[in-house]
């Protein structure tokens, strides 16, 4: 059964492959829509970082601590009050231990650019985050290379 269709009352959700392929067919921008509405409903930030905080089992005090930042706004960050900068999510990031793969979801969800291993300052970080460094470890590989710090 092709994703996206009904089974039992439950829709399953198409995977991104067939959603460009519905964008690329598509002959208007409005049946484009039509046909993908049931799939546009992308987590946010905000979502994805509770549920990064939930399977390691912080919370936003804990994590405020450990990405050596202020409690308050911390908070804000957690309840979508506050937008951060792409050095806050690669904190954020370092500190949760999260993957390459799941650092660059949470930078999408936060229309931060992506990591790209052809800029210096990002393979560093992509290193450091795949030897599970923490975030004062990962600052000074990228100082020590005259490259700018992420605290």
């Known amino acids: 059964m ?3 269709e009904r089974t039992g009352g439950k829709t399953l959700r198409r995977d ?3 959603l460009f392929d519905i964008l690329e067919r598509s002959r208007t921008l409005t049946g ?11 987590p946010s930030f905000t979502q994805c970082l509770a549920r990064y905080m939930e399977e390691r089992d912080l919370n936003a ?4 601590e450990a990405a050596l930042l202020s409690r308050s706004f911390t ?3 957690c309840s979508g009050q506050r ?3 792409r050095d806050i999510i690669l904190r954020l990031a370092l500190v949760l231990e ?3 793969d799941e650092t660059q979801s949470l930078l999408r969800t936060a229309q931060r650019g992506a990591l790209y291993p052809r800029v210096l300052r990002d393979a560093v970080i992509i290193f450091a985050l795949q030897d599970q460094m923490d975030i004062t470890a990962a600052d000074e590989q990228l100082l020590s ?5 992420i605290l």
């Open 2 to 4: 092709p994703s996206g």
């Open 16 to 18: 991104t492959d067939a």
């Open 32 to 42: 484009a829509l039509k046909t993908l509405d049931g799939d546009m409903d992308a």
């Open 61 to 64: 005090t804990q994590l405020s």
């Open 75 to 77: 908070y804000q960050l």
């Open 83 to 85: 937008r951060p900068s």
């Open 98 to 100: 999260l993957s390459v």
């Open 145 to 149: 290379r005259g490259l700018a710090g």
